[in-house]
């Protein structure tokens, strides 16, 4: 048994001295926004900025506000209005009717074979003109200047597709301790810091934020190859980088924010659909992500105050690192370091959010988004 634990505390410190070291080191290397300074007028080529919004009249006064101060000489803002039970048509209307830069297509069924999300999206590049487009969300908030300085540092890195990781509004304790515990596992996961290296799989794309070229996005099938896929924010990401396009990742903190889901129940029930999907609906891959969360977060600690001799040494060595690797993240995402202490809390969470989205898909043959079912057969069939 003695053995057994010491070549399995011997694995978990290997990973988190190769894997998270190297990955932390990584992240220290990403660009910052706010280092880049704001593009002139003649070096702004034309952006189409594109969102898709349903029934989201609470949190569309706020971004649209940040909108209309936006500093950018050639900027078409197209918004869609996906079916909307609520006042977000007449809003977005009303908001249009007050800036001249600004369209909103309204879009009344949904055709068979696409999710709804990706189908607004779709129909917003096809009324737009930007030779650049910028694939945003309906609740995200800009600075002004944070376009010309996206177009400095994507010009800079000779990036066609540019993602930048923004501010998360967080509020109390458990939207703290999660969100922040996402960030690490998202780091851990897909590893940002390759995603500039051509030679390399990794692919990074985040909602909030996507600023592509046009021409590459033509060129790799646009949101028609993503029309089934759930998270397509990602999947954007992975279908540039494999046709080949220049893709990298920037950290903007609060030059575009966003308040994701409010309250530890909201941000449970908000990531049904889409961690299921994130696992490509794999039950394996499932298995086996929630017993790397929980072995690599969780055992370390009980080595620790547990175990004996290098058994204990390795869980500590274990530990540190990943409380390194979390006070950064933390202090990156702008919460107090001491949040670190709720890793294992967090990583027990993440691994139920897993396990939850798994077992409600599966129980329910498929999702609900936007107010339409989608049998899981179509979804499986449409991951990209």
Known sequence: MHTFGLVFFSLVAAFWVLHGLRVAYGATKLPWLKNFGPAQDEACPGISLIFAARDEEEKLPAALATLAELDYPALQIIAVDDRSQDATGRILDEFAAAHSRFRVVHISELPGGWLGKPHALQKAY?????????FTDADVRFKPDALRRAVTLAKQRNLEHLTLFGDVEMHGFWEKMLITFFGLA????????????????????VGAFQLLKRSAYEASGTH???????????????????????????????AVVVRWHAGLGNLIRGVTKNFFAAAGYNLVFVAVSIAGLLLLNIAPLLGLFFGHGWIRILAAISVAVALGFQCGVDVVMRVSPLYALTFPLGSVLFSYMLLRSTAVTLWQGGITWRGTFYPLDELKRGVV
């Open 126 to 134: 096809e009324s737009s003109n930007g030779e650049w487009l910028l």
């Open 224 to 254: 028609r190859r993503l029309a089934m896929e759930v998270v397509d924010d990602m999947k954007l990401g992975k279908m540039l980088k494999q046709a080949g396009f220049r893709s990298g990742v920037g950290i903007a903190q609060d």
């Open 186 to 205: 998202f780091h851990l996961a897909t590893e940002p810091h390759r995603v500039g290296n051509s030679r390399s799989r990794v692919y990074v794309g």
